[in-house]
């Protein structure tokens, strides 16, 4: 019998797990594992999850395990191996009456959700759990996730895929080459405005950015502000926050935690800091991962960062310092 894995989504009936959930199960992500699904929504619109389960039974995927819903997050996470946290108010909708517009916004909303989640992640779900946060702020949410599950054989993550998957597509077309030459693609710091895209490390054809672009009036003015700014650009044009690309991205996670890293590249992901790169210890900040043989995930230490990178990092360690500062009551 094949081995078996079990993966809790939130958010389930949202626009990113539309995409996202019939990926976990199409043979790609995870292989030849069945996988067992549990599904998790908020009790006003957990019903809906019905007709999801109808059209994922009716798509007959030969890798799907077991399917469940729930507005339980506790049952739901009983011996689970992965856990993807989708569940919660993306930017562009209007909550309680007012707009949302800013990630800032989103931290009050947003932040309590992740302190239920993470105390029963840390005892219910497996010791070797990995545990992915999209909803927005993910770095903090992942913080204060971490925190309250007390279990620091789980892996929390942050997702910052999504970021490395722009950078990699503007660099591609910049240098005319194709996105699977782009490598190393590192996303320092928040997933938020201050993240910084590092151009100077990322392999092009095997070249360094630094020389393959010599060209840093470029990387100020367009590089840096359109990856920072992308997702506000996305729910500008289309009224919602990205969705298909970031079930991609989510995927694409997924699948790099589970592969060895091909040697002199990285994945990216925050994760908490050990003090790596002078952040403040416990900090979710994006790193480059990346997946050992044996399947553990860790930072990439030996990238050198330019002043010009290590200025424009700092920008992001202080506002996620300044996020953990505001969140503070939920520790
Ligand atoms: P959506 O509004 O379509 O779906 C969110 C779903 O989460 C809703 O169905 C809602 O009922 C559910 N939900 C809310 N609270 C919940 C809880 N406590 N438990 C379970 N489910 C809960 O939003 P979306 O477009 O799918 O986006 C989801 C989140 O992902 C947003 O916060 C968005 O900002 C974020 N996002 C992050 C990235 C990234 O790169 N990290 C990219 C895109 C979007
Ligand atoms: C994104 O990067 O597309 C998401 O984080 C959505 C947002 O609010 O920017």
Request: with cysteine; proline share 3%; glycine share 8%.
């Amino acid at each position: 019998m094949s081995e078996s894995i079990k993966v809790v989504v939130t958010g389930a009936a949202g626009q990113i797990a539309y995409s996202l959930i019939p990926r976990l199960v199409d043979g790609n992500t995870f292989g030849n594992k069945v996988v067992n699904l549990a599904l998790v929504e908020i009790p006003q619109v957990v019903h809906k999850l019905e007709g999801l389960v109808m059209e994922l039974e009716d798509s007959y995927f030969p890798k799907m395990g077991e399917v469940s819903f729930t507005d339980n997050f506790k049952e739901a996470s009983k011996d689970a191996d992965w856990f993807l946290l989708v569940g919660s108010i993306p930017r562009g909708i209007v909550y309680n009456g007012k707009k949302i517009e800013e990630r800032s916004d989103l931290l009050s909303i947003n932040g309590g959700i992740f302190v239920e989640q993470g105390k029963a992640i840390g005892k219910y779900g497996k010791d070797d759990a990995k545990i992915l946060v999209v909803g927005n702020p993910a770095n903090t949410n992942a913080f204060i996730g971490k925190h309250a599950g007390c279990n620091d054989d789980q892996l929390w993550m942050a997702m910052t895929m999504l970021d490395s998957n722009r950078a990699k597509s503007i660099l591609a077309k910049k240098t005319n080459n194709s996105i699977s030459d782009i490598k190393n693609m590192i996303i320092w710091g928040n997933h938020s405005p201050t993240m910084y895209p590092d151009i100077e490390n990322a392999l092009v054809s095997g070249e360094l950015g630094s020389s393959a672009i010599n060209d840093m009036n470029w990387v100020e003015s367009e590089f840096l502000p359109t990856v920072q700014q992308r997702g506000k650009a996305v729910i500008d044009a289309r009224g919602a926050s990205s969705a298909t690309s970031a079930a991609k991205a989510a995927i694409d996670t997924v699948i790099a935690c589970e592969t060895p890293t091909e040697e002199g590249d990285s994945f990216s992901a925050a994760i908490a800091s050990d003090g790596a790169y002078d952040v403040p210890e416990g900090l979710i900040c994006g790193y480059p991962l990346i997946c050992l043989d044996d399947g553990k995930i860790e930072i990439k230490r030996d990238i050198a960062l330019s002043e010009f990178a290590k200025s424009k990092f700092k920008l992001s360690i202080d506002e996620l310092v300044s996020e953990r500062e505001a969140v503070k009551h939920l520790m």
